[in-house]
């Protein structure tokens, strides 16, 4: 039963974590002054951690962990990208251009760790 009620909020703070960024990132496209609303600094930053906390809670609960297991290590690395990318999309890209591609690029990694997640292996393209 915990690993259904953890897989479930992993599942929904994911949804909430993809549907915030696509939000922000529009909103940064058409230059919106509603990226400064405070929710909009406050919210996605929780969502994450819900997200962050619920996914190490189900590799404990699974015992598979990253560096040990292959499909984990990926999504670590894919994380890391992923925030990187998205920090570069939504605050420190330097042209409109640049924080446009970064944010495409981010939603790729997010798609790679979705599917990386989903087959649990780390070159699910490669099948």
Not at 85 to 96: E, H, I
Not at 99 to 115: D, S
Request: glycine share 8%.
């Amino acid at each position: 039963m915990a690993y259904t009620l953890l897989k479930q909020l992993h599942l929904a703070t994911l949804a909430i974590t993809l549907t915030l960024f696509v939000l922000r990132g529009i909103w940064m496209m058409a230059g919106s002054s509603r990226l400064q609303a405070r929710w909009v600094r406050i919210v996605p930053h929780v969502n994450d951690t819900l997200l962050l906390a619920s996914g190490i809670g189900l590799a404990v609960l699974l015992q598979q962990y990253p560096l040990v297991h292959g499909w984990l290590t990926a999504k670590l690395f894919g994380l890391i990208v992923y925030i990187a990318l998205g920090t570069l999309a939504l605050k420190r890209g330097r042209t409109r251009g640049q924080r446009m591609a970064a944010w495409v690029a981010a939603l790729l990694v997010f798609a790679y760790m979705v599917t990386v997640a989903v087959t649990h292996d780390p070159f699910p393209f490669l099948q």
